[in-house]
């Protein structure tokens, strides 16, 4: 009758303790943004003379336009992160509305200033279908901190290392 107490005592115990550790998410993203390479020009001429790159977090942007229409992301505390990519395609040039091969990569950095650290899934990346989906199960390198402060996504090529897509950061009160 003791055994019997102590196993539902210690069931009961794992099975609470079960939404904790299946919560461990440090960072959630739901929706992206894709790249505009140029963030503003000065010259009052049809040509700027001075263009501003859209750098993000020290990351320099994409030398072309792309779109993504969705993207899910999380990170855990372990380092682990999945992310669901769909309609990562250019959106410019000859070859607009398709991926042409590229392979992407996640990185995470948590740093709103400067020295950021990048926390980046394994360099040779996944490859885009032809409709730009991708999906990414992996680990972060390094593993980033517990208490990521300003956790911002950026799906990058993995050829290099410009980004194509930013995720949406989800906070943990949203539906």
């Known amino acids: 009758m003791l055994k ?12 609470s303790s079960l939404p904790a550790a299946a919560d461990d998410a440090i960072a959630r993203f739901m929706g992206g943004i894709g ?3 140029v963030s ?3 010259g009052t001429g ?4 001075v263009v501003n790159r859209n750098i993000v977090r020290g990351v320099q942007p994409a030398g072309q336009i792309w779109v993504i229409d ?3 992301a999380i990170v855990r505390a372990n380092g682990h992160i999945t992310v669901q990519g769909k309609g990562l395609v250019l959106g410019g040039g000859n070859n607009a509305g398709r991926a ?5 990569l996640a990185t995470l950095i948590c740093e709103a200033a400067s020295p950021f650290t990048e926390s980046s899934t394994s360099a040779a990346g996944v490859v885009l279908s032809p409709n730009g989906d991708f999906q990414i199960d992996d680990m972060l390198s390094p593993v980033p901190p517990f208490n990521c402060a300003s956790p911002m996504l ?3 090529n993995a050829a290099n290392l410009g980004w194509f897509a930013v995720g949406i950061l989800r906070s943990g009160d949203d539906n």
């Open 4 to 15: 019997k107490a102590l196993a539902c005592t210690l069931f009961l115990g794992v099975v």
């Open 40 to 42: 503003s020009g000065v």
């Open 46 to 49: 049809t040509t700027a003379e």
């Open 35 to 37: 790249v505009i390479g």
């Open 100 to 104: 042409t091969g590229q392979a992407v």
């Open 70 to 72: 969705r993207l899910a």
């Open 154 to 156: 950026l799906i990058r």
